[in-house]
């Protein structure tokens, strides 16, 4: 079993900057894949950024790249997600997540088996 709980959430106003903070325990050392998740009202839970902790590999959505940057402090067992020049179409509720599972689509919510309880970020223009 894993446990998250993420932080950092807030209002900006757009072209603003938001870190989300995601603090793990339990059995960590087990995951494979690590993610942001998002979902707006009356939208589907969508993938933001994933990475593998053991390799570093990193993976974004299109429409976050080069604003959004996913980063780990393996000492720490906290995942970040730096969010740049966000956009009212980023608000959203933020989900971190992980799961033990080595081969899965990476924004694909199904593959991942442990969820934090949700940040929510909105952005105003």
């Known amino acids: 079993q894993v446990q998250l709980v993420e932080s950092g959430g807030g209002s900006v106003q757009a072209g603003g900057s938001l870190r989300l903070s995601c603090t793990g325990s339990?059995?960590?050392?087990?995951?494979?894949?690590m993610g942001w998740f998002r979902q707006a009202p009356g939208k589907e839970r969508e993938g933001v950024a994933s990475?593998?902790?053991?390799?570093?590999?990193?993976f974004y959505r299109d429409s976050v790249k080069g604003r959004f940057t996913i980063s780990q402090d393996i000492t720490t067992k906290i995942l970040y997600l730096q969010m740049d020049s966000l956009r009212p179409d980023d608000s959203a509720t933020y989900y971190c997540?992980?799961?033990?599972?080595?081969?899965?689509?990476?924004?694909?919510?199904?593959?991942?088996?442990?969820w934090g309880q949700g940040t929510q970020v909105t952005v105003s223009s």
């Open positions: 990475i593998a902790p053991r390799s570093g590999a990193t």
């Open positions: 339990g059995d960590t050392a087990s995951i494979e894949f």
């Open positions: 997540a992980c799961t033990p599972r080595d081969h899965i689509g990476v924004f694909n919510p199904s593959s991942f088996s442990y």
